[in-house]
């Protein structure tokens, strides 16, 4: 078996708050493969931005990582700079939830789309234009000679967050972290952004690590799923089976959460509580506050990844959740 | 982008209050106590006869508009008038005296400019120990009013070390620019300190942006990150802070000419007012507003060239 793409290997991040140290990732260990794409789904607060910018090593400076992240076989996190810009400008490109933020308001479409060419890639700038032109009529822009010429705020949050995926296509990346890539937009504008985004990467056969909250989302455009809670991941399984074999009671009410358009007008079910940062988890599982099977064992007993039914769950009763989930599925 | 409507504008807007304060600064000495016949006439009991010839040259009977228009149209035509007190035409008073003071602000404008936007730049790129010991200079610098820094200067730099000239204006460039170096340095020091603080906060908020997240993940040198989407965006706030404060030494070098004796507009506008010389006080307080609008504008269309949301943002208002 070759090794993926990317590794990340028990990953924990502390960020400095207020003087102190908090908690932001317990223990991440997820991998992604040549042209795989992986969705990474969990409640804001969850730590799934955190963990795509440790992969490029966005964190705030004195943020405190330990475990390892590696890229094509090199650690990510030992890396010097040179390695790292190379990294950056060459292998993984990011995908930003807010284009207006996150894109230079002050200079030209233009001027940001052929920046990365133009000082990584050593390309003239006429050559990168042209590059540029062709993407943008990928991404569904027609009009791209007009739209070099404009500034971000001459254009829509639906045609930005094309221009930002035109952006992370142009250097040809490997890996494309999508950080809620369509949550800024409305949902008309979403649908389109996001099947765009899917056609593109299919038809490069670029890997993908797709941050969302939207488990049905993800499930539609991914092949295999991560589900975060609190700084840790307590569920990793593949895509199509995560409606039938969730076997963590937080997956399973995540499923329950989402209005099915088509079937019947079942009310929808909140997972109850609030959800918890990762500084908040003490000792034992950090969903127990939230679980109907939560047994005293929960509180003191971290329950680790394990093996369950073709994906690895973090639940200590993963089997009761497998097996409740077949008796009641005939009934649905 | 920076259209002709948008300069139109602002050219418009200028005109508009280059009138309005000329009718203030006419009005508010047309207002004020005292008789400008008798003060024309110089004498402690003059006639009436001579007072009513007075009043016939000067216009003094004319309604408030008519004698507007008259000083107006007057100023237009490069017709400054006469002052009573010096017995000359203001034009011959101003001439070397706007030079002087120019040369002063533009001295001083370098200093805040160069040494504020360098010193701020400096604290918010580096960081750390630079930054701790900028903020206490710069607090220091604050604290330190112009008359404050005049009076230490005068003593430690021209009666103790004797580097400096204590009084004068001094004649040719290089001499000029001699006499004038404590008075703008004295001058400058709160502003540096202003602004130095401006600029750190806004580089500092520029660098932590999230389009500079954006810039660095694409693998951008640093060099081209801080030059091309820290400084260039920091550019238009430092800008118009930069362009207000240098506006406003126009009214702030009157202290640091009187001060160091410096023979400029600022201290013929405190002698001329002292002495009811109204032609004089009129025209320099015109000078002084027009020079700071104009400037105000010269900065507003730099900006907007700079950053084109605010053109856009000045359109839909």
Redesign the interface.
Known sequence: MTSPLLEIDRLRVRLPVNGAHRTVLHEVSLSVAAGEAVGLVGESGSGKSMTARAV?R?LPPRAEVSGDIRFAGASVPEMGAAD???????DV??I?Q?PR???????SIGDFLT??LR??GKVTRSAATARVVALLKEVGISDAERRLRQ?P??LSGGLLQRVMIA?ALV?EPRLILADEPTTALDVTTQEEVMAILDELRRDRGLAMLFITHDLELAAAVCDRIGVMYAGSIVEDRDARELHERSGHPYTVGLLGARPDLLGDRAPLVAVPGRPLSAYEVGDGCAFRTRCELAQPRCGDDVPQLREIAGGSVACHFAEQVLDSRKVVLPHD | MLTPAFVGRRLLGLVVTLLVASVVIFGSLYLSPGDPAALLAGGSTPNPEALAQIRADFHLNDPFWSQYWHWLSGLLQGDLGRSVVFRSDVVDLLASRVVTSLMLVVYAATLIIVIGVGLGSLAALRGGRISTAVTVVTTIGMAAPTFVAAIVFVWLFSTQLGWFPIYGSGSGLVDRLWHLTLPAVALSLTWIAYVSRITRSAVSAELE???V?????????RR?IVR??VM??AA?PVLTISGLTVAGLFAGTAVAEQAFGVNGIGALLIDCAAKQDLAVVQVIAMFMVAAFVVINTVVDVISAA????LV?SAVDA
Do not use: K, Y
């Not at chain 2, 997240?213 to 040198?221: C, F, I, K």
């Open positions: 490029m966005l790292l810009r190379r990294l950056r400008a060459d490109a990011m930003f807010d933020a996150h894109i230079n308001p002050v200079h920046e990365s000082l990584n500034h705020h001459e952006a250097a | 942006s999230e389009h997240v954006t810039a660095t993940s694409r693998g951008l040198p081209s091309h989407h260039r965006n238009a700079l950053d084109p949301r856009a």
